[in-house]
């Protein structure tokens, strides 16, 4: 069983930046994510990173702008936010792969969730 706590969120303005934190109890021995929600809309991908922190991505919507890192032993994941818009308000979840060393992009590859933290970037 995994446990996630994230941390992080708040209220800030376009072009200011966040950066949010993941801790992990338990196995962490697989990809690890990001993942937002707005509003009456879905959840979607933002980021993942491997499970040695080697590889990562980044969905499109947010590359350039957005950076996940993972510290060593990898218990917990960090998303560098800057350049942040509007667009950008949502519920982030951080999520913890079932298996896969690598990083894993879909959602339904992710068997734990923590509980999410909001993020309101006003104009």
């Known amino acids: 069983q995994v446990h996630l706590v994230e941390s992080g969120g708040g209220l800030v303005q376009a072009g200011g930046s966040l950066r949010l934190s993941c801790v992990a109890s338990?196995?962490?021995?697989?990809?690890m994510g990001w993942f937002r929600q707005a509003p009456e809309k879905e959840r979607e991908f933002v980021a993942a990173i491997s499970w040695k922190g080697g590889s990562t991505y980044h969905a499109n919507s947010v590359k350039g702008r957005f950076a996940i890192s993972r510290d060593n032993p990898g218990n917990t994941a960090y998303l560098q936010m800057n350049s942040l818009k509007p667009e950008d308000t949502a519920v982030y979840y951080c999520a913890v792969a079932g298996s896969g060393l690598s990083y894993l992009t879909n959602i339904g590859d992710y068997n734990y969730w923590g509980q999410g933290t909001q993020v309101t970037v006003s104009s």
């Open positions: 338990g196995r962490t021995f697989s990809s």
